[in-house]
C-alpha cells in the first residue's frame, strides 16, 4: 500500500531546459495538490487538481509551469525553460476528496536545481 | 483572506527545556488546524489535527478560536525535536495553507 510517491526524487537542469516532475497519489486518491518550497522558505501552494480538472491553480506562476492529472497515470508538473529561481524542492500531496477533515498524504519530494 | 502566520523562523532551545511554537490564523468560517514536522530533506508528517486533540510524541496545541492562534507546545524538548514545523489550515475545498514554518534546533 505505497503512498505518494513522486520522481525523480532529484534532477539537475540547465537553464532553458525542461522540467517534468511526477506524482503518483496514493491508490484511489483522486485529488492531487503540488507545493513548492524554496531554500529558506516555506511552502507555498501552487495546484490543486482532480482527475482531468484544474480545480485551483492560483499559486501556478502564470508562465512557463503547467500541471495535469489526467485519467490514467500520474500528475505531471511541467516546468518550462527553467531558470536558477526555479531551484526548489517540489511537493506532491494527495487526498481522497475534498471534503474538510481529510487527511492529505505527502510524497517526499522532488528536488530540481537548475545550473 | 485566509492567512496563517508563524512568527518566529527560527527557534533555538535547550534539550529538557519548554518550547513553544506559536502560530496565528485568519480565515472567515471554522477553520481545521493542523501541525506538521518536516525532518531534515524529507517528506512532510502529520504531527497533530486540532479536531483530534491528541498528543504526538509529546506535543499538543489548542485551538484558541478567540485569540485565532493554534500554537505548538512540549514541555521538554529532545534533540529528536529539531525539525522544520509548519502550522497549516484547510479551507472548504480541503486544500492546505501553510505558514512560513519555524525550524526548532534543540542543542544539548
Known amino acids: 500500500n505505497a503512498g505518494v510517491m513522486q520522481n525523480p526524487r532529484h534532477l539537475v537542469r540547465r537553464r532553458g531546459q525542461e522540467a517534468r516532475l511526477r506524482c503518483s497519489p496514493v491508490?484511489?486518491?483522486?485529488?492531487v495538490y503540488w507545493y513548492r518550497q524554496l531554500p529558506e522558505e516555506g511552502l507555498k501552494f501552487m495546484v490543486y487538481?482532480?482527475?482531468?480538472?484544474?480545480?485551483?491553480e492560483s499559486g501556478m506562476p502564470k508562465e512557463r509551469f503547467s500541471a495535469e492529472f489526467p485519467k490514467e497515470g500520474p500528475s505531471i508538473l511541467r516546468i518550462q525553460q527553467v531558470v536558477r529561481g526555479d531551484s526548489a524542492a517540489y511537493f506532491c500531496?494527495?487526498?481522497?476528496?475534498?471534503?474538510?477533515?481529510?487527511?492529505?498524504?505527502f510524497g517526499e519530494g522532488s528536488w530540481l536545481t537548475v545550473v | 483572506a485566509q492567512r496563517v502566520t508563524q512568527p518566529e523562523k527560527l527557534l533555538s532551545v535547550f534539550k529538557g527545556a519548554p518550547v513553544e511554537l506559536k502560530c496565528n490564523y485568519s480565515?472567515?468560517?471554522?477553520?481545521?488546524l493542523f501541525w506538521y514536522v518536516q525532518y531534515s530533506r524529507q517528506r512532510l508528517q502529520l504531527l497533530l489535527r486540532?479536531?483530534s486533540r491528541e498528543s504526538i510524541k509529546g506535543f499538543t496545541a489548542d485551538l484558541n478560536k478567540g485569540e485565532t492562534s493554534f500554537h505548538l507546545k512540549k514541555p521538554f524538548a529532545q534533540e529528536e525535536d529539531s525539525a522544520m514545523y509548519y502550522c497549516?489550515?484547510?479551507?472548504?475545498?480541503?486544500?492546505?495553507?501553510f505558514g512560513a514554518g519555524t525550524q526548532v534546533v534543540v542543542t544539548p
Open positions: 480565515y472567515s468560517g471554522s477553520p481545521e
Open positions: 487538481l482532480q482527475k482531468e480538472n484544474i480545480i485551483d
Open positions: 486540532h479536531i
Open positions: 497549516a489550515l484547510t479551507d472548504s475545498w480541503g486544500k492546505l495553507q
Open positions: 491508490k484511489g486518491h483522486s485529488h
Open positions: 500531496a494527495s487526498s481522497p476528496g475534498q471534503i474538510s477533515g481529510n487527511t492529505i498524504y
